[in-house]
């Protein structure tokens, strides 16, 4: 059974820094890209960042050059640093994988979420 | 940026009532959308990925449809489990986006 287990969300004023972890297994890590997704509290989804099976990286303009998404194969393990945070980054974010061969298909197995809150 | 705008917001329905939510895209992403479903406090799950293929698991009353720059998910007959918010989803271009979701709540 695929699992995704989120953490390292928490309370934190804004400029700090954060660390999130997701926790995978169920499947080959490996062989698989992932994504994170974020939800602000009442709101829609939005789309963070993406990284491949070779670790290529892509980021939403609102992240971009202040978050960090890397990977860990032999942990399977993939991360979030968060550095710069404003009050607007608060909300629930959620990893998930992503299967491509010769397509990508979007995330069919996600996480339970871990809140993010920024506030002084 | 590609933008996705979904409509209605809110959708008042029966159960068994057949229900049709629209998605447009700001240019063509050919069929590289994705539906969701998502219930107060739970991550989404995929329900249709490449515009009309139903993921696996999915009940076969949920359908979508189209290409291009216009999509639609319909629910044949709206069931009790139904009511929740449905969101579509670019993957064709880097950054992905969303739709701003459409909540179908009971009439």
């Known amino acids: 059974e695929v699992q995704l287990v989120e953490s390292g969300g928490g309370l934190v004023q804004p400029g700090g820094s954060l660390r999130l972890s997701c926790a995978a297994s169920?499947?080959?890590?490996?062989?698989?890209?992932m994504t994170w997704v974020r939800q602000a509290p009442g709101k829609g989804l939005e789309w963070v960042s993406y990284?491949?099976?070779?670790?290529?990286?892509y980021y939403a303009d609102s992240v971009k050059g202040r978050f960090t998404v890397s990977r860990d194969n032999a942990k399977n393990s993939l991360y979030l640093q968060m550095n710069s945070l404003r009050v607007e980054d608060t909300a629930v974010y959620y990893c998930?994988?992503?299967?491509?061969?010769?397509?990508?298909?979007?995330?069919?197995?996600w996480g339970q979420g871990t809140l993010v809150t920024v506030s002084s | 940026d590609i933008q996705m705008t979904q409509s209605p917001s809110t959708l008042s329905a029966s159960v068994g009532d057949r229900v049709t939510i629209t998605c447009r895209a700001s240019?063509?992403?050919?069929?590289?959308l994705a539906w969701y479903q998502q219930k107060p406090g739970k991550a989404p799950k995929l329900l249709i990925y490449?515009?009309?293929s139903l993921e696996s698991g999915v009940p076969s009353r949920f359908s979508g449809s189209g290409s291009g720059t216009e999509f639609t998910l319909t629910i044949s007959s709206l069931q009790p489990d139904d009511f929740a918010t449905y969101y579509c989803?670019?993957?064709?271009?880097?950054?992905?986006?969303f739709g701003q979701g459409t909540k179908v709540e009971t009439k």
């Open positions: 998930a994988k992503v299967f491509c061969d010769a397509e990508c298909y979007p995330p069919s197995d």
């Open positions: 169920g499947f080959t890590f490996r062989s698989y890209s």
């Open positions: 990284i491949t099976r070779s670790s290529t990286t």
């Open positions: 240019q063509s992403i050919s069929s590289w």
């Open positions: 490449k515009a009309s």
């Open positions: 989803q670019q993957y064709n271009t880097y950054p992905w986006t």
